[in-house]
């Protein structure tokens, strides 16, 4: 599976905006993929932001974005997306895309379960 990102920018807190992430799944189904968003700020280590579990609309957030950011897909498209509204300068990072069609609920956060990972899109909040 190949994960492309894109959609980042500069915007202004309390600013919009959306990141796309599009893979390539050949010999496989899109749709048999837990999709997940991770992010790094400079100087930190990556954390994670939000995923969708496979064959579900079951979803999962950190707690510093609920409610502000919106994860989805559209399988048809081979696509998914990470709606952010609210943002703040915190937000500020380098936002990257991860698949694996093996992750289990209880490591669905966990970055090193995730075998598939896009090449990151820079967000930039400015205050």
């Known amino acids: 599976v190949q994960l492309q990102a894109s959609g980042g920018g500069l915007v202004q807190a309390g600013g919009s905006l959306r990141l796309s992430c599009a893979a390539s799944?050949?010999?496989?189904?899109?749709?048999?993929?837990?999709t997940a968003w991770f992010r790094q700020a400079p100087g930190k280590e990556r954390e994670f932001v939000a995923a969708?579990?496979?064959?579900?609309?079951?979803?999962s957030y950190a707690g510093s974005v609920k409610g502000r950011f919106t994860i989805y897909r559209d399988d048809a498209k081979n696509t998914v997306y990470l709606q952010m509204n609210s943002l703040k300068p915190e937000d500020t990072a380098v936002y990257f895309c991860?698949?694996?069609?093996?992750?289990?609920?209880?490591?669905?956060?966990?970055?090193?379960?995730?075998?598939?990972w896009g090449q990151g899109t820079l967000v930039t909040v400015s205050s």
């Open positions: 991860a698949a694996d069609n093996r992750i289990i609920t209880t490591y669905i956060q966990d970055g090193s379960q995730y075998d598939y």
């Open positions: 969708a579990r496979w064959r579900s609309s079951s979803t």
């Open positions: 799944a050949s010999g496989r189904t899109f749709s048999e993929y837990t």
